[in-house]
């Protein structure tokens, strides 16, 4: 089983950053794909950033067209984390944050995994 842990998230003035932080912890062998999902007020669940852990295709990342130039995702294999770099960050951006790993890069993708963590909101102020 994989525990998922969260921090980063916060209140910043409209074009200010955060960074989302999301730690894989216990069986962990198999994670070849962490990811980030928000669910904004009155909207359903969005991909917002993907990458890929594992020693095939490292490194390759998805963006939701939204956030693409102004999120990065990145790996660090030292802390088993996924790192959620938010620039230039909108109001819309508002929402709770839910970190994600899977053991194939299409399931993160999918949201099909059963690896969740308990989410991280953030908000921006106009």
């Known amino acids: 089983q994989v525990r998922l842990v969260e921090s980063g998230g916060g209140s910043v003035q409209a074009g200010g950053s955060l960074r989302l932080s999301c730690e894989a912890h216990?069986?962990?062998?198999?994670?070849?794909?962490m990811g980030w999902f928000r669910q904004r007020p009155g909207k359903e669940r969005q991909r917002v950033a993907i990458?890929?852990?594992?020693?095939?295709?490292?490194?390759?990342?998805s963006y939701t067209t939204p956030v693409r130039g102004r999120f990065t995702i990145s790996h660090d294999r030292d802390r088993n984390a996924a790192l959620l770099q938010m620039d230039s960050l909108r109001p819309d951006d508002t929402g709770m944050y839910y970190c994600?790993?899977?053991?194939?890069?299409?399931?993160?993708?999918?949201?099909?995994?059963?690896?969740w963590g308990q989410g991280t909101p953030v908000t921006v102020h106009e």
């Open positions: 990458i890929s852990t594992g020693s095939l295709g490292a490194g390759t990342t």
């Open positions: 994600t790993a899977g053991s194939r890069f299409s399931e993160c993708m999918a949201a099909t995994s059963a690896s």
């Open positions: 216990g069986d962990t062998d198999n994670v070849d794909c």
